[in-house]
Each structure stands twice: as structure tokens, then as C-alpha cells.
């Protein structure tokens, strides 16, 4: 129900935008993230979006240089990450969940999107 996609290889200092497809007749999450996991490390909260107000709320890591933002006529969630760093390089996930709270613990998420990668080389 939920498909990541627009992952790449990209040098320092560029851009990716990664999407996130939500599909589903009763799929209605409230809140959606993005979150990453680089090789030998945990699965870290990026962003996240309150579906119905478009609250936002990112991690310092990434504040002032990547945007989260939905087209809610699409279902479809964004990820722009611009100034990438080789320290953001990693599969990237996104998640949703029901409940209205944006919070940044993976494990309250109830929904799972397939990994995206994303290699930024120095």
C-alpha cells in the first residue's frame, strides 16, 4: 500500500526527490514519514507530515536541507533532499500510520513502504 520510489546516486552537493505512493480503497493514514537505514546501522527517523494540515517535523540531521510535502489529490508523499552529504546515503523508507500524532519512533508506525537507496558519493 505503500510505494517508495526515486532513489539514486547522486554526488555531494546534488539533489533527489523521493515519492511515496499510498494506495488502498480504506488506506487513509494520518500521519506519514520518511525514515533511513545505512549499512550496519538502525532505522532512523528523516520527516514527517500530518496528512490533513501538513504539520511537518524533521530531523536536526536534515533540517534546512531536505522538504516533506504531500499532493493529497494524488495520495503521494515527497521527500526533496537537496546538499546531500555521503552521510545520507541509505535505503529510505516510507511509513505511515493512523493515529494524528507526529512522532519519530519507528515503532509507531503501522504501515511500511518497500526501501529506496540513495548513495551520495564525496
Known amino acids: 500500500q505503500l510505494q517508495a520510489s526515486g532513489g539514486g546516486s547522486v554526488q555531494a552537493g546534488g539533489s533527489l526527490t523521493l515519492s511515496c505512493a499510498a494506495s488502498?480503497?480504506?488506506?487513509?493514514?494520518?500521519?506519514m514519514g520518511w525514515f533511513r537505514q545505512a549499512p550496519g546501522k538502525e532505522r532512523e527517523f528523516v520527516a514527517a507530515i500530518r496528512w490533513s494540515d501538513g504539520i511537518t517535523y524533521y530531523a536536526d540531521s536534515v533540517k534546512g536541507r531536505f522538504t516533506i510535502s504531500r499532493d493529497n489529490a494524488k495520495n503521494t508523499m515527497y521527500l526533496q533532499m537537496s546538499s546531500l552529504k555521503p552521510e545520507d546515503t541509505a535505503d529510505y523508507y516510507c511509513?505511515?500510520?493512523?493515529?494524528?500524532?507526529?512522532?519519530?519512533?519507528?515503532?509507531?508506525?503501522?504501515?511500511w513502504g518497500q526501501g529506496t537507496q540513495v548513495t551520495v558519493s564525496s
Open positions: 488502498g480503497r480504506t488506506f487513509s493514514p494520518n500521519v
Open positions: 511509513a505511515a500510520r493512523r493515529n494524528v500524532m507526529i512522532v519519530t519512533n519507528r515503532e509507531r508506525y503501522d504501515y
